[in-house]
């Protein structure tokens, strides 16, 4: 009689440490958040600002197969437009290895890449993602926000009156974090995604984020 109450009520967790090793702990059950807290390199950070500052539009979406361990990922192209920016051929570099990382942590064959400018919130409720885990990470601008376990009651994720709104229970990405946030169809994880959103950027501000998801 008590493994189905056990089930429904286990011990979640975020987790957040210096080196991509702790990528490794969304592996554990009860865990939906691994953070890499990391300092992005001057030139990539500058890129990524360039980017910004130049005030174009970019959104590219590519889906990456991967189906050998060491196959290099197909960024040939991946934001074209800004090639001749100083700092490119790093940017893309960086894009590369959170790829085969991410690939190698999963054995993932197939990953959906997703990388783009935004100038509002993408998703400015609170919410969950409906996928096993994805990537994120943001290169220039406010980080996303996301919630720890208990502070929002998941069944009034669709009510905005439900949201928090005292900042000191509201937890954000630094720009330069590498997220790997677990969704609800992890398996076992059913119910327990991530509850995370986008920051509203403070007028004429914009971000330049990256997302990576485990397709297969």
């Given amino acids: 009689m008590l493994a189905p109450s056990l089930k429904r009520t286990p011990q979640v967790r975020?987790?957040?440490?210096?080196?991509?090793?702790?990528?490794?702990?969304?592996?554990?059950?009860?865990t939906n958040l691994a953070v890499w807290q990391r300092?992005?390199?001057?030139?990539?950070?500058?890129f990524a600002v360039m980017v910004l500052a130049m005030d174009q539009p970019l959104a590219e979406s590519r889906v990456l197969d991967l189906p050998e361990e060491d196959t290099q990922p197909a960024l040939h192209g991946l934001a074209a437009g800004?090639?001749?920016?100083?700092?490119y051929e790093g940017f893309i570099a960086d894009v590369s290895w959170l790829v085969s990382a991410?690939?190698?942590?999963?054995?993932?064959?197939?990953?959906?890449?997703?990388?783009r400018t935004l100038d509002k919130a993408m998703c400015p409720r609170f919410h969950v993602?409906?996928?096993?885990?994805?990537?994120?990470?943001?290169?220039?601008?406010?980080?996303?926000?996301?919630?720890?376990?208990?502070?929002m009651d998941r069944r009034r994720l669709a009510q905005p009156e439900a949201e928090p709104v005292d900042p000191r229970v509201i937890q954000q990405f630094c720009c330069g974090d590498v997220g790997l946030l677990k969704g609800e169809k992890w398996h076992g994880n059913e119910g327990f995604g991530l509850i995370h959103r986008s920051p509203e950027p403070a007028p004429g501000e914009r971000r330049l984020i990256l997302t990576l998801d485990w397709l297969a």
Avoid: K, M, N
């Avoid at 975020?14 to 009860?30: A, K, N, R, S, W």
């Avoid at 800004?82 to 700092?87: A, E, I």
């Avoid at 996928?131 to 502070?151: D, F, I, K």
């Fill in 82 to 87: 800004f090639s001749d920016l100083q700092g």
């Fill in 129 to 151: 993602d409906h996928v096993p885990v994805r990537l994120l990470t943001t290169y220039a601008g406010v980080g996303s926000q996301w919630l720890g376990e208990g502070v």
């Fill in 102 to 115: 991410f690939a190698c942590l999963l054995g993932a064959q197939r990953i959906g890449l997703r990388l």
């Fill in 14 to 30: 975020q987790v957040q440490g210096d080196t991509p090793g702790i990528f490794t702990q969304i592996l554990d059950d009860g």
């Fill in 39 to 46: 300092q992005l390199p001057a030139h990539i950070s500058d």
